[in-house]
């Protein structure tokens, strides 16, 4: 028999953890392939990475405090979008800029593309790049392994890299949420080995990304349990059994045939389960790190930053991190500026918070002129901080064995992991979250199948 997406006997009880992308997918999709199912989530929303953040700011303006781009070339997301009614915005056209911060001895700032600073790493990595391709791009390959055990900040002491490269190399925190000291070669390889172009067309969703998780789970209502918080998963032949905190404070037993786990290893690693994972699941799970970030989100009278020839998205070595215009495609004389801080960045803006004020941002963008503009509103975000997030995004750091990537998406029995962190193309991305959940819908359709 064929797998389809109706072969899914009708009524067979699939229970998803997690109302982020990933779950939301999952659960939407499987039940229109005939399950039941129930999804449970510890928030008092649905979205989880995705939270956009409506009625802080002046003349109705909104904007995004966790997941902001989506890309070109992300199409399972894009199809969602589409088949939800959504509509997708272009924005950020001229891409990114790169802003080198002035440092001791360095009294200016320096401009560069974002293009040639992408094109001038890609040169000197040329060979490890190249390397890897060779092998297939495969996480078991002793190129990979040999890769991974070395950080990024060790190669560009390697290959002597001058001043430039590694200030563009650790301005990459605010993308990887890792400083270089932190980051693998692995992973900064594979993201050059990837074919997406760093200055593809970026996209929002019409009205904020939040509409997404928001349209999904209208198809969800009464399938939905907020505030409740899985603790432990048990499974033996036949079925499952989820347990579950409820708001009160008590504990409730699901049942059912087939678990989608769509949580962050961060809070995976604290559920139960009997029987355990085997050892390399185990190590995986526990070994993946989350890198550190926090987004400010601030509303000015007026867009100081938007002037002709001048990009309205840069990536920077700064303490404050990078920053980009958060709102251009809405109406309004104001506009919103988002700095996202990544890895130590994330620190070092949360200590200018706390001695200066949100005013100690603002005055870190004197040089593009926010003197001349009153800060309105401002709400700032740290992912770290974030009890059922504990970090941005997952990372691979020089202590993450590769070969233990596959275990990340790998089923463990009747429970099928999901999420961001186990796509291999798209992971960090909304587009991993929606790509994973799709693959839930193939998996239960292939257990059904098989027994
Ligand atoms: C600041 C920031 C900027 C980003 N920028 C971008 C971007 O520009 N473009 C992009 O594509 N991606 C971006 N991302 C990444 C993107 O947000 C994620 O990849 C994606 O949203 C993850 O979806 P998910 O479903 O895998 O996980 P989540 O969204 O984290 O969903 C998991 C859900 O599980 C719930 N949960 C956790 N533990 C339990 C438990 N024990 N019981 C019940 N529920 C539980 C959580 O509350 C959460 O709702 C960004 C992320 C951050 C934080």
Redesign the pocket.
């Known amino acids: 028999m064929k797998c389809t997406r109706q072969s899914i006997r009708r009524g067979t009880k699939v229970i998803v953890?997690?109302?982020?992308?990933?779950?939301?997918t999952a659960a939407v999709k499987l039940k229109e392939a005939g399950a039941k199912v129930s999804l449970?989530?510890?928030?008092d929303?649905?979205?989880?990475?995705?939270?956009t953040i409506r009625g802080a700011f002046a003349q109705g303006q909104h904007a995004?405090?966790?997941?902001?781009?989506?890309?070109e070339g992300?199409h399972e997301?894009q199809r969602l979008v589409e088949e939800q009614g959504l509509t997708l915005r272009p924005i950020l056209r001229q891409g990114f800029a790169f802003v080198r911060h002035p440092g001791p001895g360095r009294k200016r700032r320096h401009i560069l593309s974002g293009e040639k600073a992408w094109d001038a790493l890609a040169r000197v990595l040329y060979p490890l790049v190249a390397a890897y391709r060779a092998a297939d791009k495969r996480w078991d390959s002793p190129i990979a392994g040999q890769l991974a055990r070395q950080s990024v900040a060790q190669w560009l002491d390697e290959v002597k890299a001058d001043s430039t490269m590694r200030a563009v190399v650790r301005g990459l925190r605010g993308f990887f949420l890792a400083d270089p000291e932190e980051l693998s070669l692995l992973a900064l390889v594979d993201q050059l080995a990837g074919d997406v172009s760093g200055q593809a067309t970026m996209y929002r969703v019409e009205g904020g990304n939040d509409r997404l998780p928001l349209a999904l789970a209208e198809h969800l209502r009464e399938d939905l349990r907020l505030n409740?918080?899985?603790?432990a998963i048990s499974q033996d032949r036949n079925s499952v059994r989820v347990n579950?905190e409820t708001p009160n404070g008590q504990e409730s037993l699901i049942l059912g045939k087939y678990v989608v786990l769509?949580?962050?290893t961060t809070?995976?690693r604290?559920?139960h389960m009997q029987p355990p994972l085997p050892a390399m699941q185990a190590r995986a799970i526990h070994s993946l790190k989350y890198g550190r970030?926090t987004?400010a989100l601030l509303q000015f009278d007026k867009s100081f930053w938007r002037k002709k020839g001048r990009s309205l998205a840069c990536g920077t070595d700064a303490p404050t991190g990078a920053f980009w215009d958060a709102n251009e495609e809405q109406a309004g004389e104001a506009g919103i500026l988002t700095m996202?801080a990544g890895g130590q960045a994330s620190e070092d803006t949360q200590k200018i918070v706390a001695q200066c004020g949100v005013e100690g941002l603002v005055d870190a963008l004197d040089w593009m002129g926010s003197r001349s503009a009153t800060l309105l509103h401002s709400r700032i975000?740290t992912?770290e901080d974030d009890a059922?997030?504990q970090?941005?995004?997952a990372y691979f750091d020089p202590g993450f064995d590769p070969r233990l990537r596959d275990w990340l998406a790998r089923s463990h029995g009747r429970i099928i992991f999901?999420?961001?962190?186990?796509s291999v193309n798209?992971?960090?991305?909304?587009?991993?979250?929606v790509e994973?959940?799709l693959r839930a819908v193939a998996e239960v359709c292939a257990m059904v199948l098989k027994k």
């Open positions: 953890v997690g109302a982020g992308l990933a779950g939301l449970i989530e510890a928030r929303r649905v979205g989880g990475r995705v939270l995004e405090a966790g997941a902001d781009f989506i890309d992300q997301i409740s918080v899985v603790r579950v769509a949580v962050p809070t995976l604290s559920i970030t987004k996202m975000v992912w059922w997030a970090g941005g995004y999901v999420g961001e962190h186990t798209w992971q960090g991305y909304m587009n991993g979250a994973s959940g």
